[in-house]
């Protein structure tokens, strides 16, 4: 029989932890933004700080760590190609006779390799984050993004303007404009002019040539003869 009182008990217990872990995290991202709000520049700056040496001490990490990896799979190499240049020549194998003078270029790659990672032992040290700044940091970084975003479509309406007259009726400029940041398509390729279409500043494409119908040709009808006599 199902004790309910347990069951309840249990089921208050969890939502109570849950709803402290909420609240936790609720008091870290509060305090990562009021970190950035009030520390400004300086705090930006060192968070970014810590970010790249963060990347760089990883970067570091993973470098020496590929290099004894190369130098393992080098060696590796070498042993097969000497073991295979003391066997004996098999029709339709090509290059058996430089076996032995790459297994040897291997060997001594190989060891710059563990040469290198000696010279680079001892591991750097990392900067630490605390769980505010982790998300301080994630709010640099967003904001970062946003910034970024309003300084490219400021440009990007900027290039429109350039690329439009002043008319009422805004007509694309015979001109050659950056069709990259505007990210509209060139019509040049479907009018033969140099123009763009103009979606995104709301301009229509200028209008080719107007070409003239072609008209079909009649095909005069034989007219009827008369066979009787």
């Known amino acids: 029989m199902l004790n309910f009182g347990a069951f309840k008990e249990k089921a208050l217990a969890g939502a109570s932890s849950m709803a402290g872990a909420v609240s936790e995290r609720m008091d870290v991202a509060k305090g990562g933004k009021k970190l950035v709000d009030e520390g400004g520049a300086p705090a930006r700056a060192a968070l970014m700080a810590k970010s790249a040496a963060k990347d760089a001490v990883a970067a570091d990490r ?3 760590r590929r290099m004894m990896v190369s130098a393992e799979s080098l060696d590796t190499a070498a042993a097969k190609m000497k073991e295979a240049a003391c066997m004996a020549d098999v029709d339709g194998i090509t290059g058996k006779a430089k076996f032995a003078a790459q297994a040897e270029s291997y060997s001594k790659r190989a060891a710059a390799y563990r040469q290198a990672a000696e010279l680079l032992s001892g ?3 990392g900067p630490e984050f605390t769980p505010v700044e982790t998300d301080a940091l994630q709010v640099v970084l967003v904001q970062g993004g ?3 975003a309003k300084t490219q ?3 990007a309406i900027g290039l429109v303007k350039q690329c439009t007259s002043a008319d009422d009726t805004p007509k694309v ?3 050659t ?3 990259g940041k505007l990210g509209v398509a060139a019509a040049g390729a479907a009018t033969g002019s140099s123009g763009y279409t103009g979606a995104a500043a709301g301009a ?3 209008a080719g040539p107007p070409v003239a119908p072609v008209a079909s040709a009649a095909v005069a ?3 009827p003869t008369n066979t009787l006599s």
């Open 153 to 155: 479509t400021r440009e």
């Open 146 to 148: 946003y910034e970024s």
């Open 123 to 125: 591991e750097l040290e």
């Open 204 to 206: 229509s494409a200028p």
């Open 62 to 64: 993973d470098t020496i």
């Open 177 to 179: 404009c950056d069709a």
């Open 173 to 175: 400029k015979q001109r």
């Open 221 to 223: 009808e034989p007219a």
